[in-house]
């Protein structure tokens, strides 16, 4: 039986692992503390369309060719272990001033021309949908195939169904690939990833989040999640069954740390959308660290012939889970997904050349 190591237990290596040992294969996690990085920080906001950009249309089509196998991913996890992870369906973008507005007009067009559906909507009917959301709000987009989930359960979820499907775990540090007894090698370490092959682009971009909670009598939360630019800075308001994640910073830096200026930032920029924010409980203040590529495409596919990449994800590691997992699987079979062609680390010329 072919033997798997998958290193890195976020949620890309702990799914990986969960569907490659339902697949027959014999697998190892190797991870000092699974789920305690970037996947622990998430948002868990799952909108290539409103994140996406003209220009960007690899992006954009990842992301929705994942996006598209999240409800099943989903479910094929609860009916495992009982854990829902979905906490929202749609996200509202919303403009706050006039160039803004005509930037989401921009993303509503090329979006649309990329073949998804995305709604423009007046003041009137953002304060319909979303009553509590500010006055100084002049539009917005809505996305309805988007959704949110629980990054938190979703790390449960997958460490539980991964047990179940008899994935062992080993807390050891890897510090050599070579040293790993494994036929194949899944590189899932996130911003840690090129610590272990150096020659790939991957760097960490810290980011800041509130996790915030309902008080009793407080303003009702969003349905959906809100996105929107404030200051200059993207800011988004995901939904939780029991309150809000705020998100997020971001900075060229390699630290977990909270600052100051970060949590005042997050907490304006959010008053800016929700005026009723600051009746909710601030619960929690934490940083993670993205793994960013140069090209803001993940690193998907063949190092070596023992070795598959599975990182770079950026932003987007929730929302890419299941099609990185799909396109994993393809490679450990021998068939590669053409869907991912494009977040091949082959792209980089200097990648391969270990
Ligand atoms: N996933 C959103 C962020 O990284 O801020």
Redesign the pocket.
Known sequence: MTTVAVVGGGVIGLSIAWRAARSGYVVTVHDPDPGSGASWV??G?LAPLSEGWPGEGHVLELGAASLQRWPEFAALLRSGTGIDLVTSTASMTVALDAADAADLRTVAEWVQAQGHEMRVLSRAEVRDLEPSLGPRIRLGLLASAELSVDNRALVVALRRAAVDAGVRFSEAPVADLADLDADRVVLAAGSASSRLWPALPVRPVK?EILRLRMRPGATPLPERTIRGNVHGRPA?LVPRRDGLVV??T?YEAADTQVTVAGVRDLIADAEALLPAIGEYELHEASAGL?PMTPDNLPLIGRLSERVIAATGHG??G?LLTPLTVDAVLAELSEDPLSEVKHASPQRFTEVVAQ
């Open positions: 998430a948002g906001m980011g988004y998100g997020a971001q993205r932003r987007n929730v």
